[in-house]
Every structure is written in structure tokens, then in C-alpha cells.
């Protein structure tokens, strides 16, 4: 993987941390793993974004920088109110 970033805290309870692989010339993801202490509802849209990111031969890193939470709850079909800021940690 060369790519890699680390979001929020374990002494908060909330961490992710989430690997990509770019290919150089293409600059499409073509692998993205991630860890998080997060909730259900983290792991669901986590998932639901990395599908994003890998399917079709792979989004442009140029493409996936600019996608939002909304974006992945659109894929997701949408959570609870209360349950939103759960999607921003794969964002
Ligand atoms: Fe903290 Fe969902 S990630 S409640």
C-alpha cells in the first residue's frame, strides 16, 4: 500500500485507520483496507465507500478526495440522524 491515513482517537473511541493502493500511472485505487474501533454504522459505511473506491477498475484519487459523507450515505441507503457522523471516518 502507499497510502495511508489515521482518523480520531482511541481514547475516544473512535478510530479508523485506512490503507490505499494507488497505481502510479493510473492514479486509480486499486485496493483500499481499513481498521476501526468505530460503531456498526462506521463499519457499514466504511464498507459501502471502499466499494466505491475499488469497483470498476478503481476511482481516480483525483475523484475520491472529493467525495463526502453524503455520497457514501447515498450508496448506503442513508443511516439514522444520529448515526451521520459515523460516515465521516472513512471520508
Ligand atoms: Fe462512534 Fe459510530 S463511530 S458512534
Redesign the pocket.
Known amino acids: 500500500f502507499n497510502g495511508t491515513g489515521r482518523v480520531g482517537s482511541p481514547a475516544c473511541?473512535?478510530e479508523m485507520v485506512m490503507w490505499v493502493q494507488i497505481d502510479p500511472k493510473t492514479e486509480r485505487i486499486i485496493d483500499c483496507r481499513w481498521r476501526t474501533f468505530?460503531?456498526g454504522?462506521?463499519i457499514a459505511s466504511t464498507s459501502v465507500l471502499t466499494e466505491m473506491l475499488i469497483e470498476k477498475g478503481g476511482m481516480e484519487i483525483n475523484d475520491a478526495i472529493k467525495l463526502r459523507p453524503q455520497d457514501i450515505l447515498a450508496h448506503l441507503g442513508g443511516l439514522p440522524d444520529r448515526?451521520v457522523h459515523?460516515s465521516v471516518?472513512g471520508d
Do not use: E, F, Q
Open positions: 473511541g473512535d468505530g460503531c454504522s462506521a448515526k459515523c471516518l
